[in-house]
């Protein structure tokens, strides 16, 4: 019998409402405020601490004094076509611009407040009313970011910037919001940042992009878990693939999203290959990357920030089928670099070449028909024998950046999980180490409480015969709520206290199931990020007699 695998492409189950978010993959984030006319720089001196688009906390500055700094923010230089157009030539699918940061200066026409673009700068246009009119020219999606912090209407300074939203100012947000989400068009993303919101006002900021902004994917910032997807920390790109929709915000400096004069900005070529091989890694992972360049204050982009992004573009230009539009896959991460799939291709992402020259992939089921460099259609040498591909590099590879193996298969992507049990009997033994968890991050409100959380635990056994089956577990799960059990296409719910007292089952295997699927999940989650409370220390599984 021909060894049947499971799908090897991991692809996230979601509504209609967010797959639009999901197909976005890749944005361009925008940091443009009155920080950007301070530059990082306040009465001649850098304020080395803390970013630069939070220089009035950091350099404790006076609101009259710094609401002053208006009068500079001429923005003679802003292009809102040149943005758009330099995010295309990026790749980019997308872009969010900062509408309003912790400072309270709003980048558009609001009715809420004096303190705006329009009616204090010398530029005196909406700003965004100029980008989304851009980018819907340019058939781009436009996305908003929010700040819940607001120094301007009452917020003290606070380092981790955890403020509480008192009443006063939980009807200006409202008022906000419904400005922002009804004035610019179709909303592709909404934003929100930092704070300390109850779970109501979480809720009822959520609803008011929900009923104007239907398919916007809201961000996990909104917090108390009420977020479409999770925003992980700045630059973070997690070791471990994540369950569920989840994005990585990131900065071309991780020093600082907004403009300061005196940044470093050396060695451009490190520069490109490193935001380069983290779009993969984060693409390789499920998650989509949101990149944020930091404007200066006459509007201009920082011809470094420019050259970066163009030249990451007209590499993904040569490989965007193997980046853009791609899943993760369930094979381990191989020392070599990442792996990206789509139909019936799989692509390997070469970070550093083997010093044998052999590109080894262990547990591929589907047999292949061609293997090439991605982007140049070179031929490359292969063997295959059973599940083990290798591949050989040739001495001079062609692409001088990363280069990618493009794996054309004879059908879609299937897989031998690197820690699927075998067994002679029927009986198997997972223990921990051949146990997998599917990891998200749970919050309490703030960003100082995100935590990471379990939400899945899996592992895989090579079935030897159809019949019904049972399974017990080893270990302790909470006994006041519902586990979803599922092994094969066979699910049960079963109480905590039963998991962890009885042989759950049966469940029935088909014949033509060699590798088993064994999954734990919660029933009825507060939240798509509410950790499991389990701890297992192994899983059995025998036919039921």
Not at 177 to 190: F, H, K, P
Request: hydrophobic share 35%; with cysteine; aromatic share 10%.
């Amino acid at each position: 019998m021909v060894l049947q695998g499971i799908n090897g492409e991991i692809k996230n189950n979601s509504s209609d409402q967010l797959q639009s978010w999901l197909d976005l993959h890749y944005g361009l984030f925008i940091h443009l405020g009155l920080y950007s006319q301070l530059g990082g720089m306040w009465k001649g001196e850098p304020v080395k601490v803390g970013y630069s688009e939070q220089i009035q906390m950091w350099a404790d500055i006076p609101q009259e004094e710094y609401a002053a700094v208006s009068k500079d923010f001429t923005l003679e230089n802003f292009d809102a076509k040149a943005i758009v157009s330099l995010a295309k030539e990026a790749g980019m699918k997308y872009l969010v611009v900062t509408s309003k940061h912790h400072d309270g200066y709003c980048l558009f026409d609001t009715k809420t407040t004096d303190y705006n673009v329009v009616k204090t700068s010398p530029f005196g246009k909406d700003v965004l009313r100029l980008l989304a009119d851009e980018c819907q020219k340019q058939g781009l999606k436009f996305g908003l970011y929010y700040s819940l912090v607001d120094w301007n209407e009452g917020h003290a300074f606070d380092h981790n910037n955890n403020n509480k939203i008192p009443k006063s100012m939980e009807s200006l947000i409202e008022e906000q919001l419904t400005e922002l989400m009804t004035g610019y068009g179709v909303i592709a993303e909404v934003w929100f940042d930092m704070g300390h919101p109850t779970v109501e006002q979480s809720e009822k900021f959520s609803h008011i992009v929900r009923k104007y902004q239907p398919k916007a994917g809201i961000n996990g910032r909104i917090w108390n878990n009420k977020g479409d997807f999770r925003t992980l920390n700045d630059n973070q790109v997690p070791y471990d693939k994540l369950d569920g929709p989840w994005q990585t915000p990131a900065s071309i400096y991780r020093e600082t999203w907004g403009y300061r004069e005196w940044q470093e900005r050396e060695d451009f070529e490190h520069k490109v290959l490193n935001l380069l091989q983290t779009l993969i890694s984060v693409r390789a992972r499920g998650g989509n990357y949101l990149l944020n360049i930091g404007p200066k204050g006459d509007g201009s982009v920082v011809p470094f920030e420019a050259d970066v992004l163009k030249q990451m573009g007209h590499w993904l230009k040569r490989h965007r089928d193997a980046v853009i539009g791609t899943h993760p896959t369930r094979f381990a991460k191989p020392g070599w670099g990442e792996m990206t799939a789509k139909n019936n291709h799989l692509y390997l992402h070469i970070f550093e070449q083997p010093e044998d020259k052999k590109v080894k992939l262990k547990g591929l089921v589907t047999e292949v028909e061609e293997i090439t460099e991605d982007g140049y259609d070179k031929e490359l040498e292969w063997d295959k024998e059973d599940t083990e591909l290798v591949v050989y590099l040739p001495d001079k590879l062609s692409d001088p950046l990363v280069t990618i193996i493009k794996v054309t298969m004879k059908g879609e992507l299937q897989l031998v999980p690197e820690q699927t049990v075998v067994s002679e009997t029927d009986s198997w033994v997972l223990t921990t180490d051949k146990l997998e968890k599917g990891f998200n991050f749970v919050d309490e409100g703030n960003y100082t409480s995100l935590e990471k959380s379990n939400i899945r635990l899996s592992g895989y056994f090579k079935n030897n015969e159809a019949g019904n089956y049972v399974m017990k577990m080893t270990g302790q799960s909470n006994e006041t709520i519902d586990y979803l059990v599922s092994i094969g296409h066979s699910d049960l719910v079963v109480t905590g206290k039963d998991l962890n007292l009885k042989e759950i089952g049966p469940f029935s295997l088909d014949k033509d199931q060699q590798v088993v699927p064994v999954h734990i999940r919660l029933y009825e989650p507060q939240n798509k990020y509410q950790d499991l409370e389990l701890e297992c220390h192994q899983l059995t599984i025998q036919k039921n007699k």
